[in-house]
């Protein structure tokens, strides 16, 4: 059975960071992009970043470009996603998400996480 567990969503001021991560497990995940996307309150689910297997590639969503940074430990299986100079407009759920293949930012990921809450105050 596949799992994403993401960890590390919490309450922080603006400006403050967080660290989320993924635990991905079930499978082998060779060859698997990895990434991230978030749905506020009342918005789509919206693609936020996401990595190659072999950490060459990184794609990030324009909003968040300069702030978020992606990495992946293979040999951990897991995703990471650094948020740096965070805004109120950062408050989200936020979602692991695994394919195979390249990292594309539509929605047609194999293996979804529950999710986990990131607030940013004012």
């Known amino acids: 059975q596949v799992q994403l567990v993401e960890s590390g969503g919490g309450l922080v001021q603006a400006g403050g960071s967080l660290r989320l991560s993924c635990a991905a497990s079930g499978r082998t995940f060779t060859s698997y992009a990895m990434g991230w996307f978030r749905q506020a309150p009342g918005k789509e689910r919206e693609f936020v970043a996401g990595i190659s297997w072999s950490r060459v590639e990184t794609y990030y969503a324009d909003s968040v470009k300069g702030r978020l940074t992606i990495s992946r430990d293979n040999a951990k299986n897991t995703v990471y996603l650094q948020m740096n100079c965070l805004k109120p407009e950062d408050t989200a759920v936020y979602y692991c998400?695994?394919?195979?293949?390249?990292?594309?930012?539509?929605?047609?990921?194999?293996?979804w996480g529950q999710g986990t809450q990131v607030t940013v105050s004012s």
């Open positions: 998400v695994a394919r195979f293949g390249k990292v594309v930012t539509g929605m047609n990921y194999d293996y």
